[in-house]
Each structure stands twice: as C-alpha cells, then as structure tokens.
T-cell receptor
C-alpha cells in the first residue's frame, strides 16, 4: 500500500477521445506531481502542485491539462493525444516541495494511445 | 537543464556478488540526492537519500551510496546481492529547474537482474 492511489491502472484511448487520470493521496501531503515514464527514458516531470496551486509546468503540451481541486486529489485530463504519448503516468506526493521530503509514488496508469 | 546519467542500463549478477550502480549529475550547486527502487509490479519507493553530512549514506536492505562532490557522483552499492534485489533502480537529484524552482530530476534507470 503506497498511500497514493491512481485510477485507472490501464487505459486505452483513441486520438480523438477525452479521458482523465485520477490520483488520490491519503498521506496528508501538500504537494502532488505528475510524472511520465517511457521505456528506456528518464522519468519526466510534468506538473507540480503545492497547496493546490500549480508551481511547475515543465513545458507540457496543452493536450495534457492538470487539475488539483484540493491537496489530496490530482487529475490529468487528456485530449487529442498522439501515439507517442503512450507511457506510464505516475502520480506522486510529498510533504512540502519535495526538496527534503521524499516522493511517494502511486502504481501508475499505463496509457496506450491508438 | 539539469541531467542525471545512469550509464548501466541492464546489469546481471549472481547471488552474493557485489553491486555498484553509477549515477552522475550535472548541477554544480547544492543538491539533494536520492535512490529509488521499483520492484516488479510495484510502485517506486525510496531506497536512501543524501542531504548533507557524512557522504556515505546507508539505506534499507543493506544498500549504501557515496556522494563524491568532486565527481558529481552518487553511486549505489551493496556488498552481496540477493535474488530479491531484482528490480529497477533510479537515481534522482533535487536541483533547480529552469524556472528557479527545485524538483526531482531522475535518471533513466538501471535494471538489475540477480540470478539464483
């Protein structure tokens, strides 16, 4: 049990679909993150939220739209994706900005874009 | 942009062999360093971390890592690996992004396979 729950575990979507990934943390943390994990590539930081405010958008295309309604929930809205967006999307949380607090990761959502 | 390099992409060892996984980073200022591990089918979890003080840090399950500032390195070691150490290992550095804020930058990972 990680304390960070991601749903769904697997998602297959067409390029014209709209879908959302959900993340919920039960650790009382105030920072949440989206990372993209592609095969043989480093984890790529996508977005950072601190106390519900977006503090980092790492040059992510607008077809990825994050939403953080409160410190426990984080969404990633997907629209008009490309096949190269297929990857494992990881949510993480930390106490504070993560500089000294380790990240706690969820199990990820395996996304396939057809 | 900051980068983290893990030069060993796939390592195969026999049980009881010694392990050393390389990690180098590019940022020249103050950094916080981490090793994360991902066991098959499981989430990424923290193995050990370095913030300051003794450059030799000890983590869980007998792992240790040494911070060598002059070499920009933070190599992971274990004297005797076990089959249960089969996993993917990620080095991460907390350093400033282009915006000035700090966040974790990860390496591409090293897949360790321990043969019984």
């Amino acid at each position: 049990e990680t304390g960070v729950t991601q749903t769904p575990r697997h998602l297959v979507m067409g390029m014209t679909n709209k879908k959302s990934l959900k993340c919920e943390q039960h650790l009382g943390h105030n920072a949440m993150y989206w990372y993209k994990q592609s095969a043989k590539k480093p984890l790529e930081l996508m977005f950072v939220y601190n106390f519900k405010e977006q503090t980092e958008n790492n040059s992510v295309p607008s077809r990825f739209s994050p939403e953080c309604p409160n410190s426990s929930h984080l969404f990633l809205h997907l629209h008009t994706l490309q096949p190269e967006d297929s990857a494992l999307y990881l949510c993480a949380s930390s106490q504070g900005g993560g500089e000294y607090s380790p990240l706690h990761f969820g199990n990820g959502t395996r996304l396939t874009v057809t | 942009a900051q980068s983290v390099s893990q030069h060993n992409h796939h390592v195969i060892l026999s049980e009881a062999a010694s392990l050393e996984l390389g990690c180098n980073y590019s940022y020249g200022g103050t950094v916080n360093l981490f090793w994360y591990v991902q066991y098959p089918g499981q989430h990424l979890q923290l193995l050990l971390k370095y913030f300051s003080g003794d450059p030799l840090v000890k983590g869980i399950k007998g792992f240790e890592a040494e911070f060598i500032k002059s070499k920009f390195s933070f190599n992971l070691r274990k004297p005797s690996v076990q089959w249960s150490d089969t996993a993917e290992y990620f080095c991460a550095v907390n350093a400033p992004l282009g915006t000035g804020r700090r966040a974790l930058t990860f390496g591409s990972g090293t897949r360790l396979q321990v043969q019984p």
